[in-house]
C-alpha cells in the first residue's frame, strides 16, 4: 500500500524558513520513473503546485517561488524534504505531498497524495 | 508557465443531473492532463489522467476527453458523494499548473 505523510511546524514566523517532510512507504524514489511533488492550497484558495523531485534526482520548481524554494531527498530512501525561506503570512497554507508512479510517463498525474499538513505563518 | 482556466467556477447541480467542465489552457499540452476531486478538508484524489483515462477504482459515470487546449470532464449521473470541487492539472511541463477549481454544490 503506497502512502505519504507531511509533517513539520504548524506555526511559524515571518522571515523564518520552514522545513516540512513528507515521509511515504510502499514505493521507492530510485525506481525509474518515480517522482514527489509538493502542492500547497491557502485557505480557501486553489491548489498550487510547488516542486518536484524525480527518481534520478532532477529537481523543478514553481516560478514566482523558486528562489525560495528548495526540494530535496532525505538522508534515508522514504524522505523527501521542502524548504521555503522568508516565510510571510501569505505562505499560510496546507502543504501536500504526492506522488507521480513509475510508468506515468503519458500523464505525470499525481496518484497518491498526503493528508496534508497545515501551516501558519504569524508572529 | 501554461494557464489553465476552468469554466464555470462554480455549479449547482441535482442529483442525476449530467454537468460538464471544461479547463483550457494557454497552450498545447497534448493529452498531459489530469483531473482531481477535493471535498472539504480533505487532500485532492486523482479521477481521469492523460486526458480520458479513469483511474483504478473511480466510478464510471465520471469521464473526461480532449487534446491540445480543450477539455472536460463529465459527470453522467450526479450522486450526492460527487459534490466537490474538481480541478484540472496540466503535467505537460514543469512548472506544472492547476486550474482555479470548479465547486459542484447541491442545487
Known amino acids: 500500500q503506497v502512502t505519504l505523510r507531511e509533517s513539520g511546524p504548524a506555526l511559524v514566523k515571518p522571515t523564518q524558513t520552514l522545513t516540512l517532510t513528507c515521509t511515504f512507504s510502499?514505493?521507492?524514489?530510485?525506481?525509474?520513473?518515480?517522482?514527489v511533488n509538493w502542492i500547497r492550497q491557502p485557505p480557501g484558495k486553489a491548489l498550487e503546485w510547488l516542486a518536484r523531485i524525480d527518481w534520478d534526482d532532477d529537481k523543478s520548481y514553481s516560478t514566482s517561488l523558486k528562489t525560495r524554494l528548495t526540494i530535496s531527498k532525505g538522508p534515508y530512501n522514504d524522505q523527501v524534504l521542502l524548504k521555503l525561506t522568508n516565510m510571510d503570512p501569505v505562505d499560510t497554507a496546507t502543504y501536500y505531498c504526492?506522488?507521480?508512479?513509475?510508468?506515468?510517463?503519458?500523464?505525470?498525474?499525481?496518484?497518491?497524495w498526503g493528508p496534508g499538513t497545515t501551516v501558519t505563518v504569524s508572529s | 508557465d501554461i494557464q489553465m482556466t476552468q469554466s464555470p467556477s462554480s455549479l449547482s447541480a441535482s442529483v442525476g443531473d449530467r454537468i460538464t467542465i471544461t479547463c483550457r489552457a494557454s497552450?498545447?499540452?497534448?493529452?498531459?492532463l489530469n483531473w482531481y476531486q477535493q471535498k472539504l478538508g480533505k487532500a485532492p484524489k486523482l479521477l481521469i489522467y492523460a486526458a480520458s483515462s479513469l483511474q483504478s477504482g473511480v466510478p464510471s459515470r465520471f469521464s473526461g476527453s480532449g487534446s491540445g487546449t480543450d477539455f472536460t470532464l463529465t459527470i453522467s449521473s450526479l450522486q450526492p458523494e460527487d459534490f466537490a470541487t474538481y480541478y484540472c492539472h496540466q503535467s505537460y511541463s514543469t512548472p506544472h499548473t492547476f486550474g482555479q477549481g470548479t465547486k459542484l454544490d447541491i442545487k
Open positions: 497552450q498545447s499540452i497534448n493529452t498531459y
Open positions: 504526492a506522488r507521480i508512479p513509475p510508468f506515468a510517463t503519458s500523464s505525470y498525474a499525481m496518484d497518491v
Open positions: 510502499g514505493f521507492s524514489l530510485t525506481t525509474s520513473g518515480t517522482c
